[in-house]
């Protein structure tokens, strides 16, 4: 009897890189994003046109893995990547988003947290979880090709006429 099914995360992961090229799209639109005062981080992280290049690149190349998944036994590791940069932008989003609005006061008056520091939370959580998907792949699949070592470890040919 099987208790764990592996759940597919295709389209989950399908939709990170969509927001990842669409994140990167804005950063790369003429004007300037991280001007208001709680993307202060960010700005001091990186600056909007490589930080938007780099989130266009690989969410595409993250579709690319994706959609060849199976295919090519390397794919899971370009997805893990791909979930590392972009759980890696969520994340340093969400911590922007938090000291702005808890240490630094860069929110007006009595105003809450920005909508967007649930997104930012939400997508970062999902990356997590994408990304140890993928690992379940890299196992799967032998991508690291550590099954394919042991077992040559253990039918040596030496002493054999």
Same mark, same amino acid.
């Given at each position: 009897?099987?208790?764990?099914? @592996? *759940? $597919? ?33 960010? $700005? ?28 090519? &036994?390397?794919? @899971?590791?370009? &997805?893990?990547? !791909?979930?590392?940069? !972009? ?20 929110? @007006? !008056?009595?105003?809450? @947290? ?13 990356? *997590?979880?994408?990304?140890? &998907? ?15 070592? &042991?077992? $040559?470890? !253990? ?7």
């Amino acid at each position: 009897m099987v208790f764990h099914e @592996p *759940v $597919k995360t295709h389209a989950l992961e399908m939709m990170l890189a969509t927001l990842m090229v669409t994140c990167g799209t804005i950063l790369l639109w003429p004007g300037e994003t991280f001007l208001l005062p709680y993307y202060a981080l960010m $700005k001091a992280w990186i600056s909007e046109g490589p930080g938007g290049g780099i989130l266009v690149l690989v969410g595409v190349l993250r579709w690319r893995a994706i959609i060849q998944n199976g295919g090519y &036994r390397y794919t @899971p590791l370009w &997805r893990i990547g !791909g979930c590392c940069v !972009g759980g890696g932008f969520w994340l340093t989003l969400a911590v922007a988003l938090t000291l702005a609005f808890a240490v630094d006061e860069a929110m @007006p !008056g009595d105003a809450g @947290p920005p909508m967007l520091l649930a997104i930012a939370v939400t997508a970062f959580t999902f990356e *997590v979880f994408a990304g140890l &998907r993928g690992g379940e792949d890299v196992h799967r699949q032998d991508s690291l090709h550590i099954r394919e070592a &042991r077992s $040559k470890v !253990g039918t040596s040919d030496a002493g054999n006429p």
